[in-house]
Each structure stands twice: as C-alpha cells, then as structure tokens.
C-alpha cells in the first residue's frame, strides 16, 4: 500500500510529542460502567425503539442512540480521572454483531454517533487545559464470529462468516468512525488473527478511498494460561502476523489481569517495532463474573510494566473504573515511556 498523507499532521504530531513525553493513559471499562447503572429494557429502547420486535437490554452501543447523557457522562469521569485517550462505545456496533438485535442496520449510524459523542467531550475538556489535549480512539471490535475456526465440532470445515463478509462489516464501521471525528482507530480484542487480517484490509481500503491515513492500534487477547490467542499464535507469531499493517502501537488486552498478561506484553515488546500498548482486566473474574482487584491492586501491578519499560500506552480493560485508572495514571506517572524512535507527521 502506497503511503498516504495524514488525516491531521498537526493533531498527530501532538498525539506523538505527549507520546514521547510520558506513558499515556487509554481509559476504562465502558461495559463495566454501564452494568454498574443497573439499566433496564426501557433504558435500551429509549423513545425510538419503543416497538422494537426484539430485546434490546444488553446492546450496551445502542446506549450512544438512546441514552447520550450516559455516555457521555462516562466519557467525562474517565477523563477527569486523567486519561488521555477516549474509546468510543462501538465494541460491537458492527453489521455481524447487532444482529442478535436485529439491528444491524443501524451499525454505521451508531459508530457514527459514538464518535461524534466521545469527540464533543474530549473537545471540552481539552479545552479547559489545551496543553493536555485528549484524543478520540474509533473501537473495531472483533465481532462475535471466527473465520479460522468451525463453531460446528462434527464439521471442522465449516465458517459462520467469510473474510469477504468481515471485511465489509469492518468497513462500515471505519466510516463512521472516521466521520464522527476518532483521532485514532484501535482494532481490539483479537483472538482470531484472520478476522484482524479483514479489519486491517477495511481500514486500509478506507484510508486509500480517502486519500489519507490515521493512527492505528492493534490489540489482541491471549485467552488463557497457555499463552496463545485463540486462533493458536504467540504473542511474537500474532505482532508477525499483523506488522504489515505499520501500526503506530499494538498489544494486548482483556482475558487475563495485569499480573498474568505481563509475561506476553513483555514478549511482545521484544520484538515490537512500534509502540506497546496494554489494558488488562482488574484481575481475573470471580465465580459470579466480577473482578475483585482494587484500583491499589491492579496500579502496584501496572506500575511494573513502566517501571520495566514494555509500555507507551497503558489502560483498563473488563472491571476497570475511574478509580482504577486514577491510580494507574499516578502509578505510570513517575516512569518514562518504552523508548522509541520519535516520529513526525509530514
């Protein structure tokens, strides 16, 4: 692919100045603060949705429709917390996923106004401090399908999606993200490295059609103790398999806590020819699904990973809240970033 000028050299040669500064801080658990709000039905359909055939509670994106305030409310204690890059609540505002809402029409629309939301409110707290902008990161999530793997174990050769199909879903998504104002693009959660493969193949497309580029993360997720993501690779085979892409950082998070995900980001910033990202879960779920780890707990931890130089950017992932990502942004702030070679938008 053929280089292609940046979307906004200005506001990427910020994004890069800060990064060379200091560890930045990517924010918390969006799903994880909206559980805590105990919503209900009504909540979900809001006015719009009112006649919806199907049930909506759960479709934590549709909440950028139907519930804003919410949003951005949780938008704004991130940030005041002291994070400096926002998600966007799109984890699966993807074609594949509203599905099991039938809502998949509505997918570019909800990308579209979950960026425009997180970029109201980091343009408001920016400007109550412009030297300390805050920056919109557009969430891919991975969709609830593999294309590497069969969900049928009497017919190993079958798919429930084809990467033609993940591609255009991904794209869909990239627009409105892109339109609704995301500083950055962050493909997450992988556990199948052929579905991230599509999303890097839509986003490319989407900056070639363009004619421009923005900043791109890459995060997986190693699925349990053996090391590997779930479609079997090393934190070393995935970076290989993903390093084409050029990605300003790329990392893990999810699955594990900090304690057990340290090993594979340590790993992964061995061979990493980019920056390193991270944003571990608050330990790992206890038998009702919660994660017990305190913000103290998971920040002494966290405070390791900068202390031994793997990281430039550090977040939360499942469990995570502003208290706990007040005390990581305490506990990075006395550490320098992974070094890197500083580079500079044209």
């Known amino acids: 692919m053929k ?35 105990k919503l209900g039905e009504a909540d979900y359909r ?9 049930d909506l509670k759960g479709n934590n994106d549709l909440l950028s429709l139907t519930r804003p305030e919410l949003i951005a409310d949780i938008h704004r204690r991130f940030l005041a917390a ?3 890059l926002v998600e966007t609540n799109t984890f699966n505002a993807n074609r594949i996923s509203q599905a099991d809402y039938a809502l998949e029409a509505l997918a570019g629309e909800i990308n579209l106004a979950s960026a425009k939301l997180a970029r109201k409110v980091c343009d408001e707290v920016t400007a109550t401090n412009p030297e300390r902008p805050r920056f919109v990161v557009g969430v891919i999530g991975p969709t609830n399908r593999t294309a ?3 969900p049928d174990v009497s017919n190993p050769g079958y798919r429930a999606v084809t990467f033609a199909d993940l591609v255009e879903t991904y794209r869909e ?8 104002g995301a500083d950055l693009l962050m493909i997450e959660t992988i556990f199948d490295t052929l579905n991230a ?15 421009e580029h923005w900043p791109l993360l890459i995060s997986g997720t190693i699925t349990d103790a053996s090391g590997r993501t779930l479609s079997g690779q090393t934190p070393e085979a ?3 398999s993903i390093a084409h892409a050029a990605p300003l950082a790329t990392g893990f998070n999810c699955a594990l806590g900090a304690d057990q995900l340290k090993p594979h980001v340590r790993a992964l910033a061995r061979v990493a020819n980019c920056l390193v990202t991270a944003h571990p879960n608050a330990g790992l779920p206890n038998e009702f699904g919660e994660y017990d780890e305190s913000p103290e707990q998971m920040a002494s931890v966290v405070e390791s990973y900068a202390a031994e130089g793997l990281v430039n950017i550090i ?3 499942c469990g995570t809240t502003p208290e706990h990502l007040q005390a990581i942004v305490e506990a990075v702030s006395r550490h320098a970033p992974r070094p890197f070679e500083e580079l500079k938008a044209a």
Not at 173 to 180: I, K, Y
């Open 3 to 37: 280089t292609l000028p940046w979307h906004d050299p200005e506001r990427v040669n910020s994004l890069l100045h800060h990064l060379g500064q200091r560890i930045l801080v990517l924010d918390g658990a969006m799903g994880t603060m909206i559980q805590a709000e």
């Open 46 to 54: 809001g006015d719009r949705f009112g006649d919806h055939t199907d």
């Open 82 to 84: 002291g994070c400096d």
């Open 148 to 150: 590497s793997i069969s």
């Open 173 to 180: 998504a990239v627009r409105g993200l892109l339109d609704g």
């Open 197 to 211: 493969k599509a999303a890097i193949f839509a986003v490319q497309d989407e900056f070639e059609a363009r004619q």
């Open 238 to 240: 995935f970076y290989y």
């Open 315 to 317: 977040g939360g992932c």
